[in-house]
């Protein structure tokens, strides 16, 4: 399970990160608060081609999406995971909410 907080302060539930990049656009993965792993690793986006953005003229612009990856970005953090579950305002797909609250509790103790 890959877990990911956006700034609308929604958790979303992947299978793996490999999956969430696919799902997010580069031009949004800057949205991302959090990302980790079910066993509380932490990841960071790795730019493999970065976004390129442009003007046309005046305020018209364009965008295109470069392509990232995620990565391990430190040692488990079960704090930290709490703490972004914690932070959750809602956890999508809603199927994985029981899974999130249990994972909750595994990381915070008795």
């Known amino acids: 399970m890959f877990l990911v907080l956006e700034e609308d302060t929604c958790l979303y539930v992947y299978a ?3 999956e969430a990049a696919a799902d997010i656009e580069a031009l949004d993965v800057d949205t991302v608060r959090g990302a980790f792993d079910d066993e509380a690793r ?5 730019w493999i ?9 005046g305020p018209l612009g364009w965008a295109q999406n470069g ?3 995620f990565v391990i970005a ?4 079960p704090s930290a995971l709490a703490a972004v579950i914690r932070r959750a305002t809602a956890i999508f797909p809603v199927k994985y909410d029981a899974s999130v609250r249990e994972l909750e509790r595994r ?3 008795p």
Do not use: A
């Open 16 to 18: 793996s990160p490999g």
């Open 42 to 46: 932490p990841y960071r986006v790795e």
């Open 49 to 57: 081609r970065p976004n390129r953005l442009g003007k046309i003229v």
């Open 67 to 69: 392509d990232y990856c």
């Open 74 to 77: 430190g040692e488990p953090d």
């Open 107 to 109: 990381l915070t103790g």
